[in-house]
């Protein structure tokens, strides 16, 4: 054993990792600004946007979906949910939604992940999502339950950046 030479440096958590990881602080987060007459399973838009905001903070950029998406698409096990709000990273679909629901966040690989109907792959494609266009009124809707969102006093003691 060699003893006096530098610590090896702890190695970088994987994004799935992080994302996972963060999700006791997403739950937190979700339960303290989310209406308070929606319950957390009807939530999935706050879990996304306080996934978002959580996810920002360790340096990963997650875009906010919105529409509908059917977990194992195309069998027996399919599980539909609509309207449904969700993140979509450079590599992964991921859904906090999923904690309350399942007890764990979903974090699917891209590529596993159909856009369309005419995508799914039998034994391949986990999920399917379909993402709604934005119109004026669900623009309006979106920013508002930002903003409602943002001007919740949000736990100081969230997470410094996990690497």
Do not use: K
Not at 10 to 38: G, K, Y
Not at 56 to 68: M, T
Not at 100 to 119: C, F, L, N, Q, T
Not at 135 to 147: G, I, Q, S, V
Request: proline content about 10%.
């Amino acid at each position: 054993m060699v003893s006096g030479g530098p610590a090896a440096a702890p190695a970088a958590l994987s994004p799935t990792a992080i994302i996972r990881a963060l999700s006791p602080a997403v739950e937190a987060s979700v339960e303290s600004t989310r209406p308070l007459h929606w319950p957390m399973r009807r939530a999935c838009l706050y879990y996304a946007i306080a996934g978002q905001a959580l996810l920002a903070r360790q340096g990963i950029a997650a875009r906010l979906r919105v529409g509908q998406v059917v977990y194992s698409p195309g069998t027996a096990a399919a599980h539909p949910i609509a309207p449904h709000a969700w993140l979509e990273t450079e590599t992964y679909f991921v859904d906090y939604a999923a904690l309350p629901r399942w007890g764990e966040v979903m974090v699917i690989p891209r590529d596993r992940v159909a856009a369309a109907p005419s995508e799914l792959i039998p034994g391949v494609t986990q999920v399917l999502a379909i993402t709604a266009g934005i119109d004026d009124a669900l623009a309006h809707y979106l920013n508002h339950h930002y903003r409602h969102f943002y001007r919740r006093p949000i736990d100081r003691r969230l997470p410094a950046p996990i690497r």
